[in-house]
């Protein structure tokens, strides 16, 4: 069995990639081209403030048993604030508001669809919790507004509801993203009982503590943490990888290499496996107010292209004067190269008109990621690898990997432990 792994990229998967064969007494250098870890979970600082933003908003719920468990193994669960029982508030644009629940009652009562739709929809949920794995991969040639439609979701309920959770989760509409991944999530998410549902939020910054702890944890296993490293290419003779040369021109020695890179840095690193999937953007708006705005830690927007608020004041336990409220839109495809002011105000409109308060905004901050996730659009699955290639020691971890959900924190998890699995098993070359 190989003695020392080389793991390049620190975000969530080779993290858990990293921790796993660490954890199995293997002698692990993790390297990672940023200053610190986290990847794609990443933070910056306030440039008016004394905290660190998320560069978007993340969110875990009770389905995601992998990402918990590592964040219980590396000592920070405490970070994350559960929710005891299921309970989403949800803003009209006049301002009504109505609660989902765990119980029938809540659901059946929620004012935002009709009658009928609510029956629609509790009824595709109870047929999206049956569907298997097979089931599930014959879809991924349909988008999820058409597989919706399939299964008697009317275009409101889909506007209303279903898009609420599919485009947050996929980065992608319901009208171009993937059947098979939507119904993935929502079968795990929505179909095993609301208790799965839970909302899940970091009291601080996700990208700031998750790779302190990560390093940390890596650390006194007798892992090595290199930051600021960039993989040139991978070394290789008789036919199996011998480690990796950084740009610098340094190389660096292993028995076995994890690859766990961005797909688009895979062209330059190992051509062979950089799939064409395209790119879907996030932006996030951080607003800052003068005065609390709602006391609500979180809320969703109906009829409105921002679909999630965080009341990151209210979640950190803040009891300042102010409050700050982040907007987080998914897909942002028509807006991530719109003037920072026109997003804010955009926002903030929608906000006053919802919450009717008085509050004025007093600054903004804008954070766009271009390249957030992967375009989870329809017939991506056959593009996706998995954790093994052709050459026998060099295994490929990220949430863009075959792992059969979109681009979420879970998906990175599994992705990563896939890989460290394959990695100790010695396995045979891929196809």
Excluded at 258 to 283: C, K, R, T
């Amino acid at each position: 069995m190989p003695s020392s792994a080389l793991v390049v990229g620190g975000g969530l998967a080779g993290i858990a990639a990293a921790c796993d064969l660490a954890d199995a007494g293997w002698r692990v250098t993790l390297l990672e081209r940023r200053r610190r870890l986290g990847g794609m979970v990443a933070s910056f600082p306030d440039p008016e403030g004394t905290v660190e933003l998320d560069n978007g908003e993340h969110i875990a719920i009770e389905a995601c048993r992998e990402l918990y468990a590592l964040f219980g193994r590396l000592g920070v669960g405490d970070r994350v604030r559960r929710q005891p029982r299921l309970s989403i508030p949800f803003l009209g644009p006049d301002g009504r508001r109505a609660d989902l629940g765990e119980s029938a009652w809540s659901f059946l009562s929620f004012r935002f669809l009709s009658f009928g739709d609510r029956w629609r929809v509790a009824r595709g949920i109870g047929a999206i919790g049956r569907l298997k794995d097979a089931e599930i991969a014959r879809l991924d040639n349909l988008t999820a507004r058409e597989w919706l439609e399939d299964i008697g979701q009317s275009p409101e309920a889909i506007a209303r509801f279903w898009e609420m959770f599919v485009c947050p989760a996929l980065n992608e509409p319901c009208e171009r993203a993937s059947a098979a991944l939507a119904a993935r999530v929502l079968r795990d998410a929505m179909g095993r009982g609301p208790a799965e549902s839970r909302f899940g939020l970091f009291t601080v910054p996700l990208g700031t503590f998750l790779g302190e702890a990560a390093a940390r944890w890596l650390g006194e296993r007798g892992g090595e943490v290199r930051t600021l490293a960039t993989a040139g290419r991978v070394s290789m003779a008789q036919g199996k990888a011998t480690g990796v040369e950084l740009t610098g021109g340094e190389r660096i020695a292993a028995d076995a290499v994890i690859l766990a890179l961005p797909h688009g840095e895979m062209s330059s690193v190992l051509p062979d496996y950089a799939p064409p999937l395209g790119y879907s953007p996030i932006v996030n708006a951080h607003l800052f107010y003068d005065r609390p705005v709602t006391d609500l830690a979180f809320f969703g927007l109906i009829d409105c292209r921002v679909h999630w608020v965080f009341n990151r004041s209210v979640i950190r336990g803040d009891r300042g004067a102010g409050q700050h409220l982040s907007c987080s839109i998914s897909a942002a495809h028509d807006w991530a190269h719109r003037p920072s002011a026109e997003i804010a105000a955009t926002c903030d409109a929608e906000l006053k008109r919802r919450l009717k308060s008085p509050a004025r905004l007093v600054r903004f901050v804008v954070s766009r990621e271009h390249r957030a996730t992967f375009s989870a659009r329809p017939g991506t699955s056959p593009l996706r690898p998995g954790a093994r290639t052709r050459i026998p020691n060099l295994f490929l971890a990220g949430a863009w990997t075959d792992t059969g959900y979109p681009a979420t924190m879970e998906g990175a998890v599994r992705s990563g432990r896939e890989a460290a699995r394959a990695a100790q098993t010695g396995a045979k070359p891929g196809a």
